[in-house]
C-alpha cells in the first residue's frame, strides 16, 4: 500500500478513535446519532456472520480491528482466543481498552484478546506465529485495492494465517455499486451519503486503484461539517470488482462459499444473492424515509466468505457454513466487474 494511502487512513482512524468515556457512554451517543440504524443493521450482519463462521472457534484473527466493535460478539460467539490488528495507535489503545472493560463485565467469558499494531498489511509478509481458525477482514479490505501490488500482499498474509479448512470473512463496498449510484456524475450527496468520483477521467472498470471519496455522516467516513462551504471530508477509498477479488482469493487457494447453513444470516442479504458468494446487503423495512440516504450507503455493502483448500492431515474435516463454489481454475483478474460499517461500529 502506498504511504500517501497509508498515513492518510492513520489519521482518519487516530481522530475517529474516541479515549474518553465509558462503553455504555458511548453506546448513549452512538444511539443519539443519525446513522444508528445502519450501524445497528451492520453489527448484525457481522454478528450472524460470526456465529455461522466462528462459532465456539479456537482462534481469530481480525484484519483492520478499529477500536474492537467486534469485542462483544467474539465473546458471544464463545471465541477462544482473538489477534486484533490495526495500523491506527489510537484505535489500538481503545480496543485495548474496551476488551479490559468487557471481561470485567462477563468474567467467566472465555475470550483472550491482544491487539496489536502493524506497520501495514500490504506491503510485506507477517508471521503472526499460528494459523487461526477465522480470519475476517470487516470494512476495510477496499483500502488495499490501491494497488495490484497491495491486495495481493493483502491475501499472501490471509493465506499465510489461515488454518486449511478454515474461513475468511469480509465486507465491503461493491465497486459496481458505487458506480452505479454516481452514475456517471462526478459525485452524489444526500443528507447522510456522500461519494465523489477519484479516478481522474481513468477507466472506472480497471482492477486496481481506483478511488473515490465515501462519508457516511455520523460514521468513521462522517462528513466534516466545519470545512469552506460545509464540504464533505471522507475517507478515500478503492473500487473493488467481483471477479477481480475471486481470482486473487483462488491464487492463494481460498475457495468461494455460495451457500449459509443459517436462515436468520441469509435474510439479511438480497435475495437474489441466495446462491451467489457476494451477498448485498438488504437493509430493514426500519430504514423509514427519513432514513433514505442510509438505505443507499447500506445497499453499498457486500458480504463475501471464503473457505481455505484442505491439505494433507485435514482431509474429512467437516467445513462450517457451506461449501466452495464448484467452477474451473484459478482465473487472472480481469478489467471491469461484474457485480457494496458501512462503518458499523
Same mark, same amino acid.
Given at each position: /500500500?502506498?504511504?500517501?494511502?497509508?498515513?492518510?487512513?492513520?489519521?482518519?482512524?487516530?481522530?475517529?478513535?474516541?479515549?474518553?468515556?465509558?462503553?455504555? =457512554?458511548? %453506546?448513549?451517543?452512538?444511539?443519539?446519532?443519525?446513522?444508528?440504524?445502519?450501524?445497528?443493521?451492520?453489527?448484525?450482519?457481522?454478528?450472524?456472520?460470526?456465529?455461522?463462521?466462528?462459532?465456539?472457534?479456537?482462534?481469530?484473527?481480525?484484519?483492520?480491528?478499529?477500536?474492537?466493535?467486534?469485542?462483544?460478539?467474539?465473546?458471544?460467539?464463545?471465541?477462544?482466543?482473538?489477534?486484533?490488528?490495526?495500523?491506527?495507535? /489510537?484505535?489500538? %489503545?481503545?480496543?485495548?481498552?474496551?476488551?479490559?472493560?468487557?471481561?470485567?463485565?462477563?468474567?467467566?467469558?472465555?475470550?483472550?484478546?491482544?491487539?496489536?499494531?502493524?506497520?501495514?498489511?500490504?506491503?510485506?509478509?507477517?508471521?503472526?506465529?499460528?494459523?487461526?481458525?477465522?480470519?475476517?477482514? %470487516?470494512?476495510?479490505?477496499?483500502?488495499?485495492?490501491?494497488?495490484?501490488?497491495?491486495?495481493?500482499?493483502?491475501?499472501?498474509?490471509?493465506?499465510?494465517?489461515?488454518?486449511?479448512?478454515?474461513?475468511?470473512?469480509?465486507?465491503?463496498?461493491?465497486?459496481?455499486?458505487?458506480? =452505479?449510484?454516481?452514475?456517471?456524475?462526478?459525485?452524489?450527496?444526500?443528507? /447522510?451519503?456522500?461519494?465523489?468520483?477519484?479516478?481522474?477521467?481513468?477507466?472506472?472498470?480497471?482492477?486496481?486503484?481506483?478511488?473515490?471519496?465515501?462519508?457516511?455522516?455520523?460514521?468513521?467516513?462522517?462528513?466534516?461539517?466545519?470545512?469552506?462551504?460545509?464540504?464533505?471530508?471522507?475517507?478515500?477509498?478503492?473500487?473493488?470488482?467481483?471477479?477481480?477479488?475471486?481470482?486473487?482469493?483462488?491464487?492463494?487457494?481460498?475457495?468461494?462459499?455460495?451457500?449459509?447453513?443459517?436462515?436468520?444470516?441469509?435474510?439479511?442479504?438480497?435475495?437474489?444473492?441466495?446462491?451467489?458468494?457476494?451477498?448485498?446487503?438488504?437493509?430493514?423495512?426500519?430504514?423509514?424515509?427519513?432514513?433514505?440516504?442510509?438505505?443507499?450507503?447500506?445497499?453499498?455493502?457486500?458480504?463475501?466468505?471464503?473457505? %481455505?483448500?484442505?491439505?494433507?492431515?485435514?482431509?474429512?474435516?467437516?467445513?462450517?457454513?457451506?461449501?466452495?463454489?464448484?467452477?474451473?481454475?484459478?482465473?487472472?483478474?480481469?478489467?471491469?466487474?461484474?457485480?457494496?460499517?458501512?462503518?458499523?461500529?
Amino acid at each position: /500500500m502506498d504511504e500517501r494511502t497509508v498515513e492518510a487512513n492513520i489519521r482518519l482512524y487516530d481522530s475517529h478513535a474516541p479515549l474518553t468515556g465509558t462503553s455504555a =457512554q458511548q %453506546m448513549r451517543a452512538r444511539e443519539s446519532g443519525g446513522a444508528y440504524p445502519l450501524k445497528k443493521y451492520h453489527n448484525l450482519v457481522k454478528l450472524r456472520l460470526l456465529k455461522e463462521f466462528a462459532q465456539d472457534c479456537d482462534a481469530l484473527l481480525d484484519l483492520c480491528c478499529g477500536r474492537g466493535g467486534d469485542i462483544h460478539k467474539w465473546i458471544n460467539c464463545n471465541v477462544g482466543k482473538v489477534l486484533g490488528v490495526d495500523i491506527s495507535t /489510537m484505535e489500538i %489503545m481503545e480496543a485495548k481498552r474496551r476488551y479490559e472493560e468487557a471481561v470485567q463485565k462477563r468474567p467467566g467469558a472465555r475470550l483472550k484478546a491482544k491487539f496489536n499494531l502493524v506497520d501495514c498489511l500490504g506491503t510485506k509478509d507477517l508471521d503472526f506465529g499460528e494459523k487461526f481458525d477465522v480470519v475476517t477482514c %470487516m470494512f476495510a479490505i477496499h483500502y488495499f485495492f490501491v494497488s495490484e501490488a497491495a491486495i495481493k500482499q493483502f491475501f499472501r498474509n490471509v493465506a499465510a494465517a489461515t488454518k486449511p479448512g478454515g474461513h475468511f470473512v469480509a465486507t465491503f463496498p461493491s465497486g459496481k455499486k458505487v458506480l =452505479q449510484t454516481l452514475n456517471q456524475r462526478e459525485e452524489y450527496r444526500q443528507p /447522510m451519503l456522500f461519494l465523489r468520483k477519484g479516478w481522474e477521467g481513468r477507466d472506472p472498470s480497471k482492477p486496481f486503484g481506483q478511488a473515490f471519496e465515501c462519508a457516511i455522516s455520523d460514521t468513521v467516513t462522517r462528513a466534516e461539517t466545519g470545512s469552506k462551504d460545509g464540504e464533505f471530508v471522507g475517507s478515500r477509498e478503492y473500487l473493488v470488482f467481483f471477479n477481480v477479488i475471486k481470482a486473487l482469493a483462488r491464487e492463494v487457494g481460498l475457495e468461494l462459499v455460495t451457500t449459509y447453513r443459517s436462515a436468520e444470516l441469509s435474510c439479511l442479504f438480497q435475495d437474489e444473492d441466495a446462491n451467489s458468494g457476494f451477498k448485498h446487503f438488504k437493509p430493514p423495512g426500519s430504514f423509514d424515509e427519513a432514513h433514505e440516504s442510509l438505505r443507499r450507503a447500506s445497499e453499498l455493502y457486500v458480504a463475501t466468505v471464503f473457505r %481455505m483448500g484442505e491439505q494433507a492431515g485435514n482431509a474429512g474435516k467437516r467445513p462450517r457454513g457451506g461449501g466452495p463454489e464448484a467452477d474451473g481454475g484459478a482465473k487472472k483478474p480481469r478489467n471491469g466487474g461484474s457485480e457494496g460499517e458501512g462503518k458499523g461500529t
